[in-house]
């Protein structure tokens, strides 16, 4: 039996609490019916629904899931990400590609401030 691939753009349009689905290690998952199951002291349904539609290997790797975690990923498996895809709105991929519009911006904002402190000494030390 052949793996039914899924592009991202599909994958992305699955991205509400009453149309749940997710990627993680390249596979995908419809998470719908987990909602309700999701433990509160990790983010109950709302973490899951802010992964909703995007490849959520980052977060769900990130926050330590046990192996009875891993486990009930199996029975919401509904086939594979489509290699030639391009991630839409990606939580996490690898590499530069996986760096999102927020951790880019925290960039910048990092490095204006870096140039405004620089300024403000220079200023301080003309006086």
Known sequence: MSVKLFSFE??????TAEDLWMVIDG???DCTSFLDEHPENRGGEEVMVDCGGTDATGPFDDIGHSDDAKEALIP???????PSSIPANSSSTSGTAGVTGGEQNV????AILAIIVAILAYLLVLK
């Open 10 to 15: 599909e994958i992305s349009k699955h991205n």
């Open 107 to 110: 960039g910048l904002i990092i």
């Open 27 to 29: 596979k995908v998952y």
């Open 76 to 82: 919401l498996y509904i086939g594979d990400v489509d």
